[in-house]
């Protein structure tokens, strides 16, 4: 892959179908390319200095001092962190040194805006109610402060001109704004915005 966009990623070792699975998923995204995978202890290490990925992906078992020492290289490197059952003081603890927190049981779609996110220098994590009713990820700093603005509102149901209005813009902006949101949030149309709410950085 020779796309400058793309997003580098260096992968941890995961046990059995879990490491298969995550690297179908990651194939399937022509944004992503895998640089190393399967890795643990010294051999992470290396790969990660040697590569300088976009983003490491990791288990839970991770040890919190090298996420500390990914925050602090220069450009950062993201970090997504996949655990069973994340609890929110685990949750807090990552996302307090810039890693996105993630459950093994997040769809594809999450996984990926997660790993794009991370590249981006954004971490996102999951409430404990939005995991128990299936819903999607909450997301820290995922859209602009615009598209928050605009998100609020298609949160309550109000339609492009309402929003033009509220913003004073053209309601063409308010629609383009909207697709920029359904594609961050891998959402099919703004119907599936409705009664939805984005969590602040803690």
Do not use: N
Not at 36 to 50: F, I, K, T, Y
Not at 91 to 110: D, I, Y
Not at 118 to 136: I, L, M, N, V
């Amino acid at each position: 892959m020779s796309d400058d966009s793309a997003v580098t990623v260096v992968v941890a070792h995961f046990d059995g179908l879990m490491g298969c699975g995550l690297m179908a998923e990651l194939q399937k995204d022509r944004r992503v390319q895998v640089l190393a995978s399967d890795l643990a202890g010294v051999a992470l290490e290396r790969a990660v200095a040697r590569h300088q990925p976009r983003v490491v992906i990791f288990d839970e078992a991770v040890d919190h001092a090298f996420l500390v020492g990914l925050e602090s290289r220069k450009p950062a490197i993201g970090a997504v962190v996949l655990a069973h059952r994340p609890s929110q003081v685990l949750r807090t603890s990552l996302l307090a040194v810039g890693v996105t927190c993630l459950a093994r049981a997040a769809s594809p779609a999450e996984l990926l805006a997660a790993i794009h996110s991370a590249a981006q220098g954004q971490a996102t994590f999951y409430r404990a109610d939005d995991e128990a009713s299936g819903g999607g990820p909450v997301v820290a700093d995922v859209l602009t402060e615009r598209e928050a603005q605009v998100f609020e509102l298609l949160s309550r149901g109000r339609s492009y001109v309402q929003i033009a209005r509220a913003f004073q813009i053209a309601p063409e902006t308010a629609r383009s704004h909207t697709i920029s949101i359904c594609q961050k949030l891998d959402v099919k149309s703004k119907r599936q915005l409705r009664g939805k709410s984005l969590s602040t950085r803690l």
